[in-house]
């Protein structure tokens, strides 16, 4: 059974970081990211990495987000620096299993920046 568990949110102030991560169990996952969801919009990617390290990011958090994993542990996790208010949403970790191709989901984290 696939667990995917997410920690690292909280509140910080405008300019601040935070990191989030996340770990997963019960498969081999081949893209690891995060997406996120603000209140009355719809979720987002917000960048994903595959095993091989390739990474892909969302054009509003190049140069202020990044992301990594160890392949061994079956983490993931997302360094996040300069955040703005606008970054405040629920951010959700994903993978995508190897020999399935289903995606799974955790069950989020709250990352809240104040002005």
């Known amino acids: 059974q696939v667990h995917l568990v997410e920690s690292g949110g909280g509140l910080v102030q405008a300019g601040g970081s935070l990191r989030l991560s996340c770990a997963a169990s019960?498969?081999?996952?081949?893209?690891m990211g995060w997406y996120r969801q603000a209140p009355g919009k719809q979720r987002e990617l917000v960048a994903t990495?595959?095993?091989?390290?390739?990474?892909n990011y969302a054009d509003f958090v190049k140069g202020r987000f990044t992301i990594s994993r160890d392949n061994a542990k079956n983490t993931v996790d997302l360094q996040m620096n300069s955040l703005k208010p606008e970054d405040t949403a629920v951010y959700y970790c994903t993978a995508e299993a190897r020999w399935s191709y289903r995606t799974y989901w955790g069950q989020g984290t709250q990352v809240t920046v104040s002005s």
């Open positions: 990495i595959t095993s091989g390290g390739g990474t």
């Open positions: 019960g498969s081999i996952f081949s893209i």
